[in-house]
């Protein structure tokens, strides 16, 4: 079993920045692809950035492009996601993921449509305009 924990939300004003951070327990493989995924109130979850076992891939939704950054330390066993030049509509319990399953290049392309075995709880980021 693998346990995620995510921490770094809290209340941020438009333009600001967060840390999100990821630290991951229990059963651990460095080949795993992990990511992030947010869930607004009344909205569906929806994929915001993924990164594969070594951090030499990365993808992010449209929406966060050029303002988010996704990182990992696999030493730490933890998984990170920088936020800048926050906006109200990032407002989300964001989530992180990853699963037992090693992933082709191929296949990580179509990694956040995909079903995850290990979520977090969330943290909270609040964006207020």
């Known amino acids: 079993q693998v346990q995620l924990v995510e921490s770094g939300g809290g209340l941020v004003q438009t333009g600001g920045s967060l840390r999100l951070s990821c630290a991951a327990s229990?059963?651990?493989?460095?080949?795993?692809?992990m990511g992030w995924f947010r869930q607004a109130p009344g909205k569906e979850r929806e994929f915001v950035a993924s990164?594969?076992?070594?951090?030499?891939?990365?993808y992010y939704a449209d929406s966060v492009k050029g303002r988010f950054t996704i990182s990992r330390d696999n030493a730490k066993n933890t998984v990170y996601l920088q936020m800048n030049s926050l906006k109200p509509e990032d407002t989300a319990v964001y989530y992180c993921?990853?699963?037992?399953?090693?992933?082709?290049?191929?296949?990580?392309?179509?990694?956040?449509?995909?079903?995850?075995?290990?979520w977090g709880q969330g943290t909270q980021v609040t964006v207020s305009s």
């Open positions: 993921a990853t699963d037992e399953k090693t992933y082709t290049p191929w296949e990580f392309t179509n990694w956040g449509t995909r079903f995850h075995d290990y």
């Open positions: 990164i594969n076992w070594n951090g030499g891939s990365k």
């Open positions: 229990g059963r651990t493989f460095s080949s795993y692809a």
